[in-house]
């Protein structure tokens, strides 16, 4: 299996940047495709990045376009990837998980949940009016 550990969650106020880091472990071989998700409470799970391991080609929801980035830093069986967010706004508040995906299939490059078979626990963002 495939095990995704987040870190670097925050409280900062709106204007202000985090840098998300997932570490993945286990086999390399099931994590064609890496994302970031968020969850505000009440709402359902969003999609925000996807890489792929592969190559590093990126997607992003058009919310998160010129603010988010999405990168990885592969070594062996390791990896960890990263999610840079700038100019942060209230509504981007909420429950970031890493998620990976067995093989890049159209849900996963839509960054779609159906698409990932591998989460993590999550890590608070909270960004203050």
């Known amino acids: 299996g495939v095990q995704l550990v987040e870190s670097g969650g925050g409280s900062v106020p709106a204007g202000g940047s985090l840098r998300l880091s997932c570490a993945a472990s286990?086999?390399?071989?099931?994590?064609?495709?890496m994302a970031w998700f968020r969850q505000a409470p009440g709402k359902p799970y969003e999609g925000v990045a996807v890489?792929?391991?592969?190559?590093?080609?990126?997607?992003?929801v058009d919310s998160t376009k010129g603010r988010f980035t999405i990168s990885q830093d592969y070594a062996h069986a390791e990896n960890t990837v990263y999610l840079q967010m700038n100019s942060l706004k209230p509504e981007d508040t909420g429950m970031y998980y890493c998620?990976?995906?067995?093989?890049?299939?159209?849900?996963?490059?839509?960054?779609?949940?159906?698409?990932?078979?591998?989460w993590g626990r999550g890590t608070q963002v909270t960004v203050s009016a």
């Open positions: 998620a990976a995906a067995a093989a890049c299939t159209a849900a996963s490059w839509g960054i779609r949940t159906e698409g990932y078979n591998f």
């Open positions: 890489i792929a391991s592969r190559d590093g080609t990126t997607n992003y």
């Open positions: 286990g086999s390399a071989s099931i994590r064609a495709c």
